[in-house]
C-alpha cells in the first residue's frame, strides 16, 4: 500500500458555548491514499464536515482544533500560521462544497475565478493561466470552453457550475480534495455524472479524495475506503465492501438497515435501534375512534384531468408579448381509493406543483381535479369547507411546515377549531391525545416547534395532518430532508396510516428506493409530463418509457448492502 | 481621517487672509431687499438697500429730524397752502452721469403714482407735481396737507432718461412676477452705486467718487458688500469670526458677549417701533374664549386688569435683556402726539388686576387663545410666553398660537383674532398714521389693522380731519382727545418700545438709525 | 435533541431568563447600559410630576424674574436656586427636561406606533396579496420616499395648520407631528415586512393553514405576522430614536411642540439661542439628555439587530 | 433592458405625476399669499386684484391643471416672494445646493464604505466597536445642533472656517462655482460634513451589515478554500457583491442628502434650493415650493433610474435577463 498522503490523528474540535465546551468532533483517525476517495458517513450533526473543514483550515472561530494532527505530505499542517495555512489552500488541498448555485461569485465570469485562483498558486501569467483554465474546463467535460470562460455562474446550469468548482478546485493540482455532500443539491443524473467525473479525476490525477456524505448510495457507488461517524466520534472505519456489507458496530447496522432497498419490495423499514430512537407510534388506538371510510362512488378517490400550470416567465404589460414556462403539462391519472400513488421525477419535473394544484394552494390554469366526483378546483365556499376536511398534506421541510411561533399544541388544534369538529372545551384533550397516539411526550403540547428535532416536527405534522381525520394524504417529499434513520421511522409511520386508518396517499419523491417501498402504483413525471403510470413493481421490473429506463439505471445499486 | 486633519490645518492657514480691506463694510442682517425698484414695495429692509444708491428729496437723520437730500428747502406756499414749493440740489449728477432736474422729480412722482406702485398712498393726497424751473418743483394737494414731507423720505428719485432708454418706466408689477431692467440695476444720486446684486445672497456696492455731498459726509465706506444671513446663531458667529463688520437685527441675548469680544461693539437707539396685544373688543361673543354667549373683552375692566397683569419691568430685565423701554402708549417717543404722561400709564399691579377682574365679574378668571409671531419682533415669541404666565396669575389662561409672520398677520387683517401681538413703526412721525390704521373703524382703505372691533364714528370723525388740517394746535388739540380715548378704553394693552442694536467692528463709526434704516454714508471707517 | 429529553416545560419567566437573547444581553455592557439608561430616562418622564420639583407647564407658576439663573446659584433677585439652572422664562431646566422628555417619548412613541401599524398593516397586505395590491402600495411607498421625512413633516404641518380652526392648532401641534413623522416613516416598515411577508409566505406552514382553510386574514395575523416581527422591533427601536430627533429638527425649523409646552426639541431650539450669550445650560442639559436618551435607544437598536440577527450568531 | 428601463421611466412618471398632485394641493392650503405681498397699508381692491392676477380666485383644479400644463414645460410662474421666474430662481440656486451635496456625498459615501467595510472586517475589533458607537453619537444630535456646534468650535473659537455662506463663486456659463476659490472650499467644508455626517452613518451601517451577510456567503468560503487572500476576498469578491443592495440605498440617500440640505442650509446661510424652499414655505410662495418639491422629485426619479442601470452594469444576473 502507498504512504498515506493526508493522515488525521486524533483530531479534537472544541467550541466553547455557554453551556460548556462543545466537541463536534473528538479524538477522529482516518488517512487518505493517492487516487483513494474515502467516505466520510453520519447522519447529520455526526461532525463529519467540521472534520473536513478542519482539515483545509477553515474552521469558524470560536471553533479550534483543540488536540490531534493532521499530516500532509510528511508536513504537520494543523498547527501552522493562518498565512501558511492559507498558502497551502487550494494549492495542495482543493475543496468542493454542496451546493454549486452558491460557490461561485456571481459578479465574476467563472474565466475571472479561474485565472484568478491560478495565478494566485502557480504565478503564471495572464495569457498561460487562461490557458490552463480552458485545459481544466475541458478536463472536467465542459462544452465550448473558449465561450463558456467569458460567462457568469448564473449562465450555468447546476451540474455545469459543481464541474466549474470542481475545475476551480483542481486549478493547482492539489493532492488531496475535501468534497462535502458536493452532489447532493443535485439531480440524480447529474449526481451519477459529477461522482463519476470525481472518480476519474482522482484515479487519473493520483489525488486523495475525501468524500463527505449523509448517502449511503453515493459512498456504495463512489468510495473505496468508508468511516462511518455519529456524534463526533469515529464508529468504524474499513473498506466500502466491508463496511455495507458486514458492519460490526451497531450504529452501523442501524444505519444500513434503514436503507430503503432499491431491488426489493420490503414489508416494513427495518429498524435497528441505536441510541434510543424508536420511539411508538399507536396506530391501533388512533384506528378505534377513526370513522369508517365510505368508498367513492368510482372506487377511483381522485382523478386528474389534463392538469396543466403554467408560470409567467417574463412578464410584458402587452398580453401577446408575455412568456410562459409550462409546469405541469396535461397530467392526467386516477388514485384509486386506499391505495399510496407516487409520482416520482427530477427537480423540476412539476410533481409538487401537481400537488399543491390538488390541494387547491395553486389555481389551476386547465384540466380538471376531481375528488369524489366533485371539480375540487371550482368549488364554493361550503365544497371548499368540506373539501378542507377531506384531504391533508405532509410537507418535505420539517423546519418550514410548522409555525415557530406557535405552540406545538396550538398548531394541533388549528384545523379543530376552524372547523368546528369538537367544541371548545374538548380540543386540548383530543390534541394532547393526537400528540401522543404520535409518539411524542405530554409536555410537547406546551413547548415551541424549534425544541424539537427534525423526525419529532415531522410527527407534529402528521398529527396536525390526521386531526381533521382526512380521507386522502398527500405528502411532498416527507423525508428528504431526513435522516435514513428518521427516515424509516416516517415512512413506518405512513405505512401504519395507509393501512390502519385506510386512508389514500398521493406520495411525491424524488427516491425511486423510497417509491419502490412506499407505494402501490407509480407515475414518472419529466418536465411537466407524465411520461408513464404503472403499478410499482412492473414499472421497476419493466420501465417501458426510456426516461423511466434511465432513472433506474441510475439508481445506486447498494448490492453489498447487509440486510 | 488624514485628509480632515489636511483640510483643516490648510484652512487654519488660510484664514488670516480675509479681513484685509479696511474700507470694505461687511454688512448683514436678516432678510434682503426685495426689489431694487424704487417705486416697488414699501418695506424696510428693502428701502435700506435703496437709500445707499437713490436719494429722495428730503431724508431724516439719526435723530428723525429732517436734513436735506435732493432738496435744499421747501415750505408751502405762502399764498396758497396746498401747494408745495421744493427748491432742488444744484449740480447733482445721477451714477451714469446725468445731470439732475426738476424734470427727474416730476418724472419720479408721476412714476411713483402707478397703478403698480407701492407707494401711490403715501403720496395719495398729490394732485399734480410741476416743474416750475430746473430747480423748483411745486406740488398740489387736494387740500392743505401740513405734513407732506414726512411722506417723501423714502420716495426715491430717478433719471428720466436713463430710466425710458432702459423701458422701465412703469413700475415694476412686483405681484404679476414682472422684471424689468429697474429691478436689477440702478442709476440713482445716491452715494454708492451697485456693483453687484444676487438676491438673498449677497449685493456689492461701491462709493459714488462724484457724490454731492462726498466731502460733506464721511464716506469713509469705499465698498459695501451686503449679506443677508436668516439664522441668529450664523449671524452672530459671522460677527464673531469677524467674516462681517456691521450687523443689523441682533438678537439682544448675544449683545453683552459681542460687546465683550475683542474690537466689536454694540450700539442702541430706541427705535421707531412700538410692541403691543390687541383686543378684540367690539364682538359680541369671541372664538378664543371658553365664556359662552358674552365677550369679557368687550369689559373695560377686564383690559385694565389684564394690562395691569403685565410686569413690563420683567420683560424688560429677562426677556429683552434691558433691550427696550417699556411703553403706556402705542406710539414711539419720536411721534406728535406722543406724551411722557401718557406712556408711563401702565402700571402693575396684580392684586389690583385681580379686583378689577372679579368686579367685572371674572373672577374665576377665563381662557383665551393668544396669537403671537415668531419671527418678526425682538423675541416676540418669549415675550407673548412671559405675557401668558403673568395673565395666568390672575386667572386669565392663556393658550399661544405663535407662528410665522406669514401665517400671523391675515389672522388680524381677516379678524380672525381675538387677542394678538403687533407691532407698529411710525414712518410720517404723526399720530395721524396710527390713527389710520389701529383706532379708526374698519373700512375697505382705513383701519385695515384694527382688529379691536372698535369703531366709535365720533372719533372716525375726528380722524378724518387730521390730513387736512393746517392749524397745527388744533390738530394738536385733536391728537391727544383721541389719544386720551384710546388710553381710557385701554384699546390695546402696549409692552414696550423696541431698542435697537446694531453692532460693529470697533473701527466702523456708526449711530444707530431710529428707523432701522443706516446710511453708509455717514460711517467713518478706522 | 433526542426524543426522550422531554421533561417538564419551565415557566414562561424561567424561559425568557434562559433564552439567548438574555443571555446575549446579559453578557453585552453595552446593551446593558444602554438599557438602564433608556429604562431610567423613561422613567423618569413618566413620572416626571413626582421627580420634577416644578410644574413647567403650569405658565402662571413661573417667574419671569427667575430667568437666565445658573445651574446652582443664587439668582440675583429673587433669591431662588436651580439645579440645572434656569431658562429664558425662568423655567427650572430640570424640570422642563424631565416634562419635555415625556412630549418627546410621547410624539416618538406614538409616530414609531402609527408607522408601524400603518407599515405591518401595509406590507402584510402587500407581501400576501401580491399583484394589484403589492403594485399599489409598493408605488405609494416609492411616491412617499420621493419626500424625505422633513419634508413630509413640513407638508403634513401646512396641511393640518390650512385645514383645522386656528383655536385647536396649540392642541393639534403635537398630534400633528406624530402623524408628520409617523406619515414619512411607514415605508420602511412596510418594506421590511413586505420583504419578510414574502418568505414566510412562501414558507410550508402558510400552505398547511390554508390547506386547512384559513381565510387570508387569520393567516396574515396568526402565522405571519408574529414571524415578521423581530426585525420590525429592531426598526421601531432605531425608528424611535429617529422619530425624537425629527421631533427636536422639526421644532428647530419653527413646526414643532408649542413653547409653552417645550418638549427636548423645543428646548434645543430656545436653548441654541443662548449658545454664545455664555447661557450653556439652557442648551447643554437638554441636549445632554436627548443624546443620552436618541444614543442609549439607538444602541439598544444596535444591538437587538444583531441578537435578533441568527445568521451572525 | 431597454423594456426594463422603459418600464422604471414609465413608472417614475406616474410617481411625477401623483407627486405633482400631493405638491400643489398641498401647498394650496397653507397660508395666504396675499397677506404677505401686501404691505401695511393695503386695501380691499388690492387684494382683489392682486387675487385675480396670480389666478387664485380660479376652482382648484384648475389652477392644478395649469400648474401642470406649465410645469410640463418647466415653467413655475412666478415666485411670489422675489417677483421673478421660479425657473430662473431655481437655476440661480441650484447650484450651490447640487454642489454642496455632491461634495457631501462623495464625503458620506467614501467615508461610509471605508468605514462600513473597516467594521465589517473586524467586526470585534476595538477600534471598529470605536466607530461603530461613535457613529451612533453623530446620528443621536440633530443636525442642526452639530452644524451650530460645528460653526462654535471652528469658525467662533478658532475662527479657522466661515460659519456662512459660500465664499467667493466663479461663473462658468450660468453655472456658479465656489469648487476653484479658496474661500468657495473652506466655505464648504463645515456644511459638507454637517450634511454628509448623517448620510454617511448610515451608509457606514448599511455596508457593514451587507458586508457581513456577504462574508457568510458559501462562494467566500469557497474562496477561502481556495486559497485566496484576505484583501482579494474583502475588497474584490466582497467588496462588490456588497454593493449591490448598497447602491440602491445610496440612490435613496442622495436624494434625502438634497433633501436635509434644507437644514444645514439654514444653519449656514448655504443660498441654495433648501433656504429658498425655507423662506418659501415662511412666505407661502406656492410656486416655489411646489417646483422645489417638483424637482427634488424629478432628482430622486433619475438618481434612482441611474442606479438601477449602474445595477445592471455591477450585476451580471440583471444584465442578460429582461
Excluded at chain 1, 474565466?111 to 502557480?122: A, D, K, R
Excluded at chain 2, 387740500?143 to 432702459?166: H, Q, V, Y
Excluded at chain 3, 439567548?20 to 439608561?37: C, E, H, K, N
Excluded at chain 3, 428646548?267 to 437638554?286: A, M
Aim: proline letters at 5%; glycine letters at 8%; a negative charge.
Amino acid at each position: 500500500m502507498t504512504e498515506p498522503i493526508l493522515s488525521i490523528r486524533n483530531l479534537t474540535v472544541e467550541i466553547p458555548t455557554r453551556h460548556g465546551i462543545f466537541k463536534p468532533v473528538e479524538n477522529v483517525s482516518y488517512d487518505i491514499r493517492p487516487g483513494e476517495i474515502r467516505g466520510v458517513v453520519g447522519e447529520s450533526g455526526a461532525g463529519k464536515s467540521m472534520t473536513g473543514n478542519a482539515v483545509i483550515g477553515l474552521l469558524d472561530p470560536p471553533a479550534h482544533i483543540s488536540q490531534g494532527e493532521i499530516w500532509l505530505n510528511g508536513r504537520r499542517i494543523d498547527a501552522l500560521d493562518p498565512e501558511e495555512k492559507r498558502r497551502i489552500r487550494g494549492k495542495e488541498i482543493g475543496m468542493i462544497f454542496q451546493d454549486p448555485l452558491t460557490s461561485l461569485n456571481p459578479l465574476f465570469t467563472i474565466g475571472e475565478q479561474l485565472v484568478e485562483t491560478i495565478q494566485l498558486h502557480l504565478g503564471f501569467t495572464q495569457a498561460q493561466a487562461k490557458a490552463r483554465a480552458l485545459e481544466l474546463l475541458e478536463a472536467v467535460s465542459i462544452p465550448n470552453p473558449p465561450e463558456r470562460f467569458n460567462q457568469y455562474p448564473h449562465q450555468f446550469s447546476g451540474g455545469m457550475r459543481q464541474r466549474v468548482v470542481i475545475a476551480l478546485a483542481l486549478c493547482s493540482e492539489p493532492s488531496v480534495i475535501v468534497a462535502d455532500e458536493p452532489t447532493t443539491a443535485l439531480d440524480v443524473s447529474i449526481q451519477a455524472q459529477v461522482l463519476d467525473l470525481i472518480k476519474k479525476l482522482a484515479r487519473e490525477r493520483q489525488i486523495g479524495v475525501i468524500l463527505v456524505t449523509h448517502d449511503m448510495g453515493v459512498i456504495a457507488d463512489t468510495t473505496e475506503q468508508v468511516t462511518v461517524m455519529y456524534s463526533g466520534k469515529v464508529v468504524e472505519s474499513g473498506t466500502t465492501d466491508q463496511i455495507l456489507g458486514a458492519p460490526t458496530h451497531e450504529y452501523t447496522k442501524s444505519l444500513i438497515s434503514a436503507v430503503p432497498r432499491p431491488h426489493e419490495k420490503q414489508y416494513r423499514f427495518p429498524q435497528v435501534s441505536y441510541g434510543g430512537r424508536e420511539t411508538v407510534f399507536k396506530v391501533e388506538d388512533l384506528a378505534r375512534n377513526w370513522p369508517k371510510t365510505q368508498a367513492s362512488s368510482s372506487g377511483k378517490i381522485l382523478s386528474v384531468q389534463g392538469l396543466t400550470k403554467r408560470f409567467v416567465e417574463k412578464s410584458s404589460i402587452i398580453p401577446s408579448r408575455q412568456t410562459y414556462f409550462t409546469a405541469v403539462d396535461e397530467v392526467s391519472f386516477d388514485i384509486h381509493d386506499g391505495e399510496v400513488f407516487g409520482i416520482v421525477g427530477e427537480s423540476g419535473s412539476g410533481k409538487s406543483t401537481v400537488a399543491r394544484m390538488i390541494a387547491t394552494l395553486l389555481p389551476v390554469d386547465g384540466g380538471k381535479v376531481m375528488f369524489d366526483g366533485k371539480d375540487v378546483t371550482r368549488l364554493d365556499r361550503e365544497g371548499q369547507a368540506w373539501y378542507r376536511r377531506q384531504i391533508q398534506m405532509i410537507f418535505q421541510d420539517p423546519f418550514s411546515s410548522l409555525n415557530p411561533r406557535m405552540k406545538v399544541g396550538d398548531i394541533v388544534a388549528e384545523p379543530l377549531l376552524h372547523h368546528k369538529i369538537l367544541p371548545r372545551n374538548q380540543v386540548e384533550a383530543r390534541v394532547r391525545e393526537l400528540l401522543d397516539k404520535v409518539g411524542l411526550a405530554s409536555d410537547a403540547y406546551r413547548k415551541y416547534p424549534h425544541e424539537f428535532s427534525g423526525g419529532q416536527r415531522q410527527r407534529i405534522s402528521i398529527a396536525r395532518a390526521l386531526a381533521t381525520q382526512p380521507r386522502f394524504l398527500i405528502c411532498d417529499e416527507p423525508t428528504s430532508a431526513l435522516d435514513v434513520s428518521i427516515q424509516a421511522q416516517i415512512l413506518n409511520i405512513l405505512k401504519d396510516l395507509q393501512e390502519h386508518l385506510g386512508l389514500t396517499m398521493l406520495f411525491i419523491s424524488h427516491d425511486l428506493p423510497v417509491v419502490r417501498q412506499m407505494c402501490d402504483r407509480v407515475g414518472v413525471m419529466q418536465r411537466g409530463k407524465m411520461v408513464e403510470v404503472q403499478e410499482t413493481e412492473a414499472l421497476f421490473s419493466a420501465p417501458e418509457h426510456p426516461y423511466t429506463r434511465e432513472l433506474l439505471n441510475l439508481m445506486p445499486r447498494l448490492a453489498q448492502l447487509s440486510d | 481621517m488624514k485628509t480632515m486633519t489636511g483640510l483643516l490645518a490648510a484652512a487654519a492657514l488660510m484664514s488670516t487672509t480675509a479681513l484685509v480691506n479696511a474700507e470694505t463694510l461687511r454688512w448683514a442682517r436678516s432678510g434682503d431687499a426685495l426689489t431694487l425698484d424704487p417705486h416697488s414695495q414699501n418695506e424696510g429692509p428693502t428701502h435700506t438697500i435703496r437709500h445707499q444708491m437713490y436719494e429722495p428729496l428730503v431724508i431724516r437723520d439719526v435723530t428723525g429730524a429732517f436734513e436735506p437730500a435732493l432738496a435744499t428747502e421747501w415750505a408751502p406756499k405762502a399764498d396758497d397752502p396746498t401747494v408745495w414749493v421744493f427748491k432742488l440740489r444744484e449740480g447733482v449728477k445721477f451714477h451714469g452721469g446725468e445731470d439732475f432736474t426738476a424734470e427727474d422729480v416730476v418724472f419720479s412722482f408721476e412714476r411713483a403714482m402707478q397703478p403698480n406702485s407701492d407707494m401711490k398712498e403715501l403720496i395719495g393726497s398729490i394732485k399734480e407735481v410741476r416743474a416750475v424751473d430746473d430747480l423748483t418743483v411745486e406740488f398740489v394737494t387736494d387740500g392743505p396737507n401740513p405734513i407732506l414731507p414726512s411722506n417723501l423720505t423714502n420716495l426715491f428719485i430717478m433719471d428720466k432718461g436713463w430710466t425710458e432708454a432702459n423701458n422701465t418706466v412703469n413700475v415694476q408689477d412686483f405681484e404679476g412676477g414682472e422684471i424689468t431692467f429697474a429691478t436689477t440695476n440702478a442709476n440713482g444720486t445716491g452715494p454708492y452705486v451697485l456693483t453687484s446684486r444676487e438676491p438673498d445672497v449677497k449685493t456689492v456696492m461701491t462709493r459714488n467718487e462724484a457724490y454731492w455731498g462726498r466731502d460733506q459726509f464721511p464716506m469713509e465706506v469705499s465698498e459695501i458688500i451686503y449679506t443677508p444671513i436668516q439664522n441668529a446663531a450664523t449671524r452672530v458667529a459671522a460677527l464673531l469670526s469677524g467674516e462681517v463688520n456691521f450687523l443689523q437685527d441682533m438678537p439682544v441675548q448675544d449683545i453683552s458677549r459681542v460687546d465683550q469680544a475683542e474690537g466689536l461693539v454694540v450700539k442702541q437707539a430706541p427705535q421707531n417701533r412700538v410692541i403691543f396685544f390687541g383686543l378684540n373688543m367690539g364682538a359680541d361673543d369671541i372664538e378664543a374664549d371658553n365664556v359662552e354667549g358674552k365677550n369679557p373683552l368687550a369689559d373695560v375692566r377686564v383690559r385694565k386688569a389684564m394690562s395691569m397683569a403685565i410686569n413690563r419691568d420683567a420683560i424688560k430685565q429677562v426677556v429683552m435683556r434691558g433691550q427696550s423701554e417699556p411703553a403706556g402708549m402705542i406710539s414711539p417717543p419720536f411721534v406728535n402726539g406722543w406724551t411722557a404722561e401718557m406712556d408711563a400709564e401702565s402700571t402693575t399691579d396684580v392684586e389690583g388686576a385681580k379686583a378689577l377682574m372679579a368686579e367685572a365679574g371674572y373672577g374665576d378668571g377665563f381662557s383665551i387663545r393668544l396669537d403671537c409671531p415668531n419671527d418678526r419682533y425682538i423675541n416676540d415669541e418669549a415675550i407673548c410666553q412671559a405675557a401668558v404666565g403673568m395673565l395666568g396669575q390672575i386667572g386669565v389662561k392663556v393658550n399661544l398660537n405663535a407662528q410665522p409672520k406669514a401665517q400671523h398677520f391675515p389672522l388680524i387683517t381677516d379678524s380672525k383674532t381675538d387677542f394678538y401681538m403687533l407691532g407698529w413703526g411710525v414712518p410720517t412721525y404723526d399720530s395721524e398714521y396710527i390713527f389710520n390704521f389701529l383706532v379708526h373703524g374698519r373700512e375697505s382703505d382705513i383701519g385695515t389693522w384694527n382688529g379691536t372691533g372698535f369703531d366709535n364714528d365720533e372719533i372716525d370723525a375726528k380722524i378724518a380731519t387730521l390730513k387736512s388740517n393746517t392749524d397745527l394746535d388744533a390738530r394738536n388739540a385733536d391728537i391727544a382727545a383721541i389719544w386720551r380715548v384710546v388710553q381710557d378704553e385701554q384699546l390695546y394693552i402696549p409692552i414696550h418700545h423696541q431698542v435697537l442694536n446694531w453692532s460693529m467692528a470697533e473701527g466702523v463709526g456708526i449711530t444707530v438709525d431710529p428707523e432701522d434704516q443706516p446710511k453708509v454714508k455717514y460711517f467713518t471707517m478706522k | 435533541m433526542s426524543d426522550q429529553t422531554m421533561t417538564k416545560s419551565p415557566s414562561r419567566l424561567r424561559r425568557a431568563l434562559d433564552s439567548d437573547l438574555y443571555y446575549a444581553f446579559r453578557t453585552s455592557p453595552v446593551a446593558m447600559i444602554s438599557a438602564f439608561v433608556s429604562i431610567l430616562l423613561i422613567l423618569a418622564a413618566v413620572f416626571a410630576p413626582l421627580v420634577a420639583t416644578t410644574n413647567p407647564f403650569d405658565p402662571s407658576s413661573l417667574n419671569l424674574m427667575n430667568g437666565f439663573t445658573p445651574p446652582m446659584t443664587d439668582n440675583a433677585f429673587t433669591g431662588d436656586s436651580f439645579i440645572m439652572g434656569t431658562d429664558d422664562q425662568g423655567r427650572d431646566v430640570f424640570s422642563t427636561i424631565l416634562y419635555g422628555m415625556r412630549i418627546s417619548l410621547f410624539v416618538g412613541v406614538a409616530a414609531v406606533l402609527f408607522a408601524l401599524v400603518l407599515g405591518v398593516i401595509l406590507g402584510l397586505l402587500a407581501g400576501y396579496a401580491g399583484g394589484w395590491t403589492d403594485t399599489i402600495i409598493m408605488r405609494a411607498a416609492d411616491v412617499q420616499l420621493t419626500f424625505p421625512s422633513i419634508l413630509v413633516a413640513m407638508l403634513v404641518f401646512g396641511i393640518a395648520k390650512g385645514i383645522t380652526p386656528v383655536e385647536y392648532r396649540d392642541q393639534m401641534a403635537i398630534w400633528v407631528l406624530i402623524l408628520a413623522i409617523g406619515l414619512s416613516d411607514w415605508v420602511q416598515f412596510a418594506r421590511v415586512v413586505r420583504g419578510a411577508t414574502l418568505v414566510e409566505k412562501s414558507k410550508d406552514y402558510v400552505a398547511a393553514a390554508r390547506l386547512i382553510g384559513r381565510p387570508p386574514l387569520a393567516i396574515m395575523l396568526r402565522h405571519i405576522l408574529p414571524n415578521v416581527l423581530s426585525p420590525v422591533l429592531v426598526i421601531a427601536t432605531i425608528s424611535l430614536a429617529l422619530a425624537i430627533i425629527a421631533e427636536a429638527t422639526l421644532s428647530f425649523l419653527g413646526v414643532g411642540a408649542p413653547p409653552t409646552q417645550p418638549s427636548l426639541g423645543t428646548l434645543i431650539r430656545i436653548g441654541q439661542q443662548f449658545l454664545f450669550s455664555g447661557e450653556w445650560w439652557i442648551l447643554f442639559f437638554p441636549a445632554c439628555t436627548l443624546l443620552a436618551l436618541a444614543l442609549s435607544v439607538n444602541l439598544m437598536g444596535d444591538w437587538l439587530r444583531d441578537a435578533l440577527n441568527p445568521r451572525l450568531k | 433592458m431597454l423594456s426594463f428601463i422603459l418600464k422604471r421611466i414609465g413608472q417614475s412618471a406616474l410617481v411625477l405625476l401623483v407627486v405633482g398632485l400631493v405638491a400643489f394641493s398641498m401647498f394650496r392650503f397653507v397660508g395666504d399669499p396675499i397677506d404677505n405681498m401686501l404691505g401695511q397699508e393695503r386695501t380691499q381692491a388690492d387684494i382683489d386684484r392682486l387675487r385675480t392676477q396670480l389666478g387664485l380666485d380660479q376652482p382648484f383644479p384648475v389652477q392644478y391643471y395649469k400648474f401642470l400644463q406649465e410645469a410640463a414645460q418647466g415653467n413655475f410662474g412666478v415666485s411670489y416672494r422675489q417677483g421673478r421666474e421660479v425657473s430662473e430662481i431655481i437655476l440661480e440656486r441650484a447650484p450651490a445646493t447640487l454642489e454642496l451635496a455632491a461634495v457631501s456625498a462623495l464625503i458620506a459615501i467614501a467615508l461610509g464604505i471605508a468605514f462600513g467595510v473597516y467594521t465589517a472586517i473586524r467586526r470585534n475589533g476595538f477600534l471598529a466597536n470605536f466607530i461603530m458607537s461613535a457613529s451612533l453619537v453623530g446620528v443621536s444630535l440633530p443636525t442642526f445642533l452639530i452644524g451650530i456646534l460645528l460653526i462654535y468650535i471652528f469658525s467662533v473659537e478658532l475662527g479657522w472656517l466661515p460659519s456662512f455662506g459660500r465664499g467667493e463663486t466663479v461663473r462658468l456659463g450660468w453655472w456658479t462655482t465656489g469648487l476653484l476659490t479658496e474661500s468657495g472650499l473652506k466655505s464648504l467644508i463645515l456644511p459638507a460634513i454637517t450634511l454628509g455626517l448623517y448620510q454617511m452613518t448610515l451608509i457606514m451601517r448599511l455596508v457593514r451589515s451587507e458586508m457581513l451577510e456577504v462574508l457568510r456567503q458559501d462562494y467566500i468560503r469557497f474562496a477561502r478554500a481556495r486559497g485566496l487572500s484576505d484583501r482579494v476576498i474583502n475588497f474584490r469578491h466582497a467588496l462588490k457583491n456588497t454593493m449591490v443592495p448598497v447602491i440602491t440605498i445610496i440612490g435613496l440617500q442622495l436624494g434625502a442628502i438634497i433633501a436635509f440640505a434644507i437644514i444645514t442650509e439654514t444653519v449656514f446661510q448655504w443660498p441654495g434650493m433648501g433656504l429658498l424652499f425655507i423662506n418659501a414655505i415662511q412666505f407661502v410662495d406656492i410656486p416655489v415650493m411646489a417646483a422645489y418639491l417638483m424637482l427634488i422629485s424629478v432628482m430622486f426619479v433619475v438618481i434612482n433610474l441611474i442606479v438601477d442601470i449602474l445595477y445592471a452594469f455591477i450585476d451580471p444576473r440583471m444584465r442578460v435577463s429582461g
